[in-house]
């Protein structure tokens, strides 16, 4: 098995950006959502709910973060702009982030036709994944990592009778190689020098459904169609496993996955 792509999100629910290579730390990979849009009371806005921010392409580095969307000239927003430690809310769990970065509210809000505000993780994070004390998390649902099999989506393709792409499914890291849904099993794998937790499946919601390149519905509600009927849990339809890294080190494509452990 091998590690056939990887791909991080800048801006939480904006467009996925493929790379060849890049770092990994417990936090996820770098700049992975580490900004988002949300409320001016720090609640996160998504796709879910605006589905037009798939269409915002965020290139970020290390100093800042530069939002292109259709029908308006790229804007950028340095980190040192963001000026207001506030308190910001994922899912329930509320925790200190960033803003004030003005032009970049603005920008967003003439994008998405309603008053929304511009959000940073900081340089060091506060919040923590849920029941650890020390994994840090950005603005990402609820864990840093999501890994999906490629022989998965080939399966749930097969059943659906039409290819629909990973990026509906918003993995970081893409396994080639295995059989279908066989990162259900994993508990740990080694990917280069790093070691790799499975820790969840991931539940999935409407997003799944947006065409990421149109944010348009998907006409016969596919992929959760399908996965109501195979793949359903306690909770809800699961698709890929949510991860922690448990190390510092770099990713890149074509590395070897081993399995070091499988769920008892």
């Not at 200190?96 to 993780?121: I, K, M, N, P």
């Not at 997003?207 to 169609?225: G, S, V």
């Amino acid at each position: 098995m091998r590690l056939s792509a990887l791909y991080h999100y800048p801006l939480k629910s904006g467009r996925g950006q493929a790379t060849a290579a890049t770092t990994v730390s417990p936090q996820g990979l770098a700049l992975d959502r580490q900004w988002m849009v949300g409320t001016a009371d720090g609640q996160f806005l998504s796709a879910r709910s605006c589905p037009e921010l798939l269409l915002i392409d965020a290139q970020a580095d290390a100093q800042q973060i530069t939002l292109t969307a259709p029908g308006l000239p790229p804007v950028s927003v340095r980190n040192g702009e963001f000026s207001e430690q506030v308190d910001c809310e994922v899912w329930g769990t509320r925790f200190s982030g960033w803003r004030g970065a003005e032009h970049g509210d603005r920008w967003l809000s003439r994008y998405l036709q309603r008053d929304v505000q511009l959000y940073w993780a900081g340089a060091a994070p506060q919040r923590r994944v849920k029941h650890t004390s020390d994994v840090p998390l950005g603005f990402a649902d609820g864990y840093p990592l999501l890994i999906i099999g490629q022989g998965s989506l080939n399966a749930l393709n097969d059943t659906i009778g039409r290819k629909l792409p990973m990026q509906r499914f918003r993995p970081n890291l893409v396994i080639a190689g295995s059989d279908p849904y066989a990162e259900d099993r994993w508990k740990r794998i080694r990917i280069g020098e790093i070691d790799i937790e499975l820790v969840k499946p991931c539940e999935r919601c409407i997003m799944t459904t947006l065409d990421p390149m149109t944010a348009h519905p998907d006409p016969e509600q596919q992929p959760l169609r399908a996965l109501s009927k195979l793949r359903r849990g306690e909770k809800g339809v699961i698709f890929g496993m949510n991860a922690i890294a448990r190390g510092h080190g770099m990713l890149q494509a074509g590395m070897a996955v081993d399995i070091l452990e499988y769920v008892d």
